[in-house]
């Protein structure tokens, strides 16, 4: 965000699929699909919002809720390869 990313670029997308990622291993199952639900709470629950914005800045809340629609629209168009 700092650097000027746009939430929709591949950069801001990875973000999203680490914070996706980091929450999988350490708490629990994340589907995109939860992840973007999750990401409402970022913006409209305060709690969730000081969270992200402590250690960043104001409207970093909005980019990464943005960044993780992006990378859960990315995914789901994103060809599976079978095993």
Known sequence: MDAGADPSSEAAMDVA????QHIACWFYDMTHELHVQKSHLYVEDPRF???IEANT????AEWLQEA??????GA???PTTAG
């Open 17 to 20: 699929e680490a914070q996706l």
């Open 49 to 51: 919002r000081v969270g």
């Open 57 to 60: 800045r104001p409207g970093a």
């Open 68 to 73: 993780i629609k992006a990378n859960a629209a």
């Open 76 to 78: 789901a168009e994103a």
